[in-house]
């Protein structure tokens, strides 16, 4: 089943859930922790999953170890899906990843830290951007056959403060990529090819296929320049026989995507909140 990941700031530190308590303030090897804690349910080697992920096996072990942080979220969402994470292990993980990234460039950061700013209650940023982890139960195929949004509300733009936790970290470094024009009458998925470090990846053509050892991530960008939209996407799927549609939404909720032109802006720096250009 299709799994979604949130993107919003952090609120507490839980302990660590599988076995003994990280300290608070090392935010490498929380997040470096959960990666282990995953890696040790599956019967896999570092070998045999840096193989499934496309990356150096010495890459993967430094993820784990605590020596390095991804820049992109992408190979770990895709590694989440081999270790069969739930949606609520994702969640975290992403939680962690982010407060990684900032912690490595604190780490990295020279001179005296400068104080946090915390900005006015948030919007929700543009582009939104929803990842969807599909993957089989078994080694038979399931054949994804169309992937569809729905607008249910247009309002004008929402006022307010936008944040962003990602400055900074890559462009298109996702496995499969979609975008959606919210603006338009009628939008439609539209698939577009992407990369991963070096390596060009194809858009997806669909009917796609996928089973329990070929997972996929799609990563849908939705954008809206002229108004405040609810909406949500709609998987249809077939396998033997068998066919259904999945809603793909906000735990139960549309989405929400609002445009932002002359609206105050924050992002992430590392050293706490920053204002950002126009």
Known sequence: ???????????QRPRDTYGGTVPAHDDVEEFAALLRGLKA?????????????????????RYCAGDAVPLDFAPVERFTALCAASPEERLELHRRWILAVAARGRSHA??????RRTPPRPMPRRPTMVKISVQGRTSTAVVLEALRVRVVGRDTPARGT????????????????????????????????G??????????????RVSAQDPEVL????RVESCDCRWYLELDWSSQGRTGTVRIDDHGRPFRTSGITGLPRYWYSGQGWTPADE
Request: a positive charge.
């Open 1 to 11: 089943m299709p799994s979604r990941d949130g993107t919003g700031p952090p609120t």
């Open 41 to 61: 349910r599956t019967d896999r080697s570092y070998g045999s999953l840096a193989r499934r992920l496309n990356m150096n096996t010495s890459t993967l072990h």
């Open 110 to 115: 020279s001179g005296r830290r400068a104080p």
């Open 162 to 193: 936008v944040y962003a936790m990602e400055q900074g970290c890559g462009g298109e470094l996702t496995p499969r990529s979609f975008a959606v024009d919210l603006d338009a009458h009628r939008p439609t998925v539209r698939s577009l090819a």
């Open 195 to 208: 990369a991963d470090s070096d390596k060009t990846i194809p858009a997806m053509r669909m009917p796609y």
């Open 219 to 222: 990563l849908v960008k939705a």
